[in-house]
């Protein structure tokens, strides 16, 4: 892996539904800029996702996790879900394979409205609404720990254990404020459910209160996660960089992703600093548009510039910005966010305007 050189190997990961389709798009991109910029871009395909599944079991093998780990600088990811496999658990394979495997604790979720024409909230415009959250991403109740007893019998249990390490709500809590300080953003809010969940947010609380006295500048404010809903929906503007674990994480940034105009808009990276990043769509595969052009690519655009930032080059993030503005403001873009055009026709609009 080569940090200072031009040459990157990527691994990409289409998976499953529209996540082809975008990640089509994603593909034609790096490669145009390959060619625009002159970086090296080793695309290394895997084909893991329901597909594969389906044909030969495999979920996650060994090897590909290995030549990932050991020979990639970043992974472009489509998405996974399949409705012909019900259980979905090849899927948590790769994803949480990927995120707890490669321990890409942060979950870097940007929620930027692009255009007034995408905001959804009366009175309010697109400036009203620029924050990042930091979502935990290798612990909380995603860890599969816990179990079923005496499953489909009237006395069954089900458990799933909600796991809050110090050092894994300190790093991502840190991280947030590192963000915050090199980005000038000036205040970090921590959403938790300390009231209800005793144990666990009081770690979230007691953590928050010791790193935020390391940043002085940073003003540090608290909100229950139900809270922060509300206000996420009433005036988004107080809201700057946002920290919270990985449940609440996700559900915030589906809600985040409808006052940036949809989930069609809503970028993320998955990160441990200094190691390989994993850069996906916040979507889903959206088995009910897979397959007939209509999935928004923009996305997966501003993913790609959240991987050049990783890979070294943030001028390029900040033109695939404002290009995606641009396809916005100029109708060059698919009917979920007020245009005619189709995936494809979006991705080959947003490859030729690469000079
Ligand atoms: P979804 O995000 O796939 O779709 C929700 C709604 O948003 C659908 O109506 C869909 O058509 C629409 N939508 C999503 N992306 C869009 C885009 N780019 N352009 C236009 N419209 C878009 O969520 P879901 O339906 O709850 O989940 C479908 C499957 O995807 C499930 O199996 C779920 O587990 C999986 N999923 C995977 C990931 C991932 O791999 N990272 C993320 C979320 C959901
Ligand atoms: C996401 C998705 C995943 C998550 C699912 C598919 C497990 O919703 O990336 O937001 O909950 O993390
Ligand atoms: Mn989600």
Redesign the pocket.
Known sequence: MSQQSNSKRIAVIE?DG?GKE?VSVGVALLERLAEARGYQFELVHFDLGADRFLRDGATFPEEDQQTIRETCDAVLLG???DPRVPS?DY?RDI?FGLRFGLDLYCNIRPIQCLSDRLMPLKGKSAKDCDMVVFRENTEGIYVNVGGQFKKGTPDEVAINEDINTRKGVERVIRAAFDFAKAHGRGRVHMADKSNAMKHAHELWQRCFREVAADYPGIEAKHQYVDALCFNLIRDPSQFDVVVTNNLFGDIVTDLGAALQG???MAASANVHPGRIGLF??V???????AGED???PL?TVLTIGMMMTHLGWPDEEARLVELVRRAVDEGKC?A?VGGELGTRAVGEWVVSQIA
């Open positions: 998976g529209i975008v998405a996974l879900g979905l899927a994803l949809g989930l069609g996906e769509p979507h889903g595969s959206a088995p009910d548009i209509k999935a928004n996305a698919t979920d």
